[in-house]
């Protein structure tokens, strides 16, 4: 438990240093001042969470395999990842433009633009796109194990 606190404070103090060395009037800096608060809501989370401040760890699987447990680093990263999209599609920060194509001339209608809110848009879709996908695959199995057995059950009756 020491160990793990620790860490999660040597982490956020990484952190905050280079929040202070970026410096808080710009944007970079207003970000990570961002990613600071939903890291520190993520350690909350971690500490307050039915199995407690967990250290990172490999697993082994039943089947051999091994997989990577990230404890109370999961926590941060998730936090942190959730107060960079909630910012960015809630507040005046995703109108900040971070890329602006070339094109035929300046001002030119054909030029696009790339703004912290699609940004944070899409990495709403990468988090969340999996889950949805799984979830859509499990109500299509699901359909489909009911559909076997009301027929497999319409055959047992009729016998």
């Not at 970000?31 to 401040?53: K, M």
Request: glycine content about 12%; hydrophobic content about 55%; aromatic content about 4%.
């Amino acid at each position: 438990m020491r160990t793990a606190i620790a860490c999660a404070v040597l982490l956020v103090m990484a952190v905050v240093l280079v929040v202070y060395e970026v410096g808080m009037n710009s944007i970079p800096g207003i970000l990570l001042a961002i990613v600071v608060t939903g890291l520190l809501g993520g350690l909350v989370n971690a500490v307050i969470a039915q199995e407690g401040f967990v250290l990172p760890r490999m697993r082994n699987l039943p089947d051999g395999g091994r997989i990577w447990g990230p404890g109370f680093m999961g926590n941060a990263i998730v936090g942190a990842a959730t107060a960079v999209v909630l910012a960015g599609m809630q507040s005046e920060l995703g109108a900040v433009i971070v890329l602006r194509s070339a094109g035929p001339s300046v001002g030119s209608p054909d030029a696009y633009t790339l703004n912290v809110h699609s940004l944070v848009g899409a990495l709403l879709a990468g988090i969340g796109g999996a889950r949805l996908l799984t979830a859509e695959i499990d109500l299509a199995l699901q359909k489909l194990a009911t559909r076997n057995l009301s027929d497999s059950l319409a055959r047992v009756t009729d016998q």
